[in-house]
T-cell receptor, first 108, second 114 residues
Framework: RKEVEQDPGPFNVPEGATVAFNCTYS??????FFWYRQDCRKEPKLLMS???SGNEDGRFTAQLNRASQYISLLIRDSKLSDSATYLC?????????FGTGTRLLVSP | DVKVTQSSRYLVKRTGEKVFLECVQD?????MFWYRQDPGLGLRLIYF???????EKGDIPEGYSVSREKKERFSLILESASTNQTSMYLC?????????????FGSGTRLTVV
């Protein structure tokens, strides 16, 4: 079983839609969690950290469920510029372990 | 703005060549990492370093070595390039602790081995 698993998508949504991605992780001792965004042929960039109590940054909401070992990302009011691959990332000691990413395509 | 700089954006090398990929960061970060990214496989850790002159194997170190003589520079070496090492190589750095801010990545080197 992979350490971090994501649905590869693509998720095709119209502008203005709400879309959610889930991610599961296998190591129950994992300490920190992140969502990264990667545009085509570019490097990954940190989108947001995921805190135990859940956190929100504008249109983006991240949730953590330790009991079920999954992380979610909710995007409200999708914009064309949200089209990208979203990487779920889990901290394993000093290393980050990346999921393979979920591709989002937002259309007009 | 803080930066991680990779020396080459695109590189084409021949099978059997020794290849050096350079990465420099200007953030005084202790930790540095080399990943490769392939379609369907995501980012896989090759080597990492927590300090000058130290290195640790990641998940796929075979065929690679690294060098960290200075804090700001972390080099990835392909001892004898092979076609299965054709990939996107990403360097990253971070503070040792805490890891709240995750990694900062370089813009990547797309290596083709022919």
């Amino acid at each position: 079983r992979k350490e971090v698993e994501q649905d590869p998508g693509p998720f095709n949504v119209p502008e203005g839609a709400t879309v959610a991605f889930n991610c599961t992780y296998s190591n129950s001792a994992s300490q920190s969690f992140f969502w990264y965004r990667q545009d085509c042929r570019k490097e990954p960039k940190l989108l947001m950290s995921v805190y135990s109590s859940g956190n929100e940054d504008g249109r983006f909401t991240a949730q953590l469920n330790r009991a079920s070992q999954y992380i979610s990302l909710l995007i409200r009011d999708s914009k064309l510029s949200d089209s990208a691959t979203y990487l779920c990332v889990v901290k394993d000691f000093q290393k980050l372990v990346f999921g393979t990413g979920t591709r989002l395509l937002v259309s007009p | 703005d803080v930066k991680v700089t990779q020396s080459s954006r695109y590189l084409v090398k021949r099978t059997g060549e020794k290849v050096f990929l350079e990465c420099v960061q200007d953030m005084d970060h202790e930790n540095m990492f080399w990943y490769r990214q392939d379609p369907g496989l995501g980012l896989r850790l090759i080597y990492f370093s927590y300090d000058v002159k130290m290195k640790e194997k990641g998940d796929i170190p075979e065929g690679y070595s690294v060098s960290r003589e200075k804090k700001e520079r972390f080099s990835l070496i392909l001892e004898s390039a092979s076609t299965n090492q054709t990939s996107m190589y990403l360097c990253a750095s971070s503070l040792r602790a805490p890891l709240a801010d995750g990694y900062t990545f370089g813009s990547g080197t797309r290596l083709t081995v022919v």
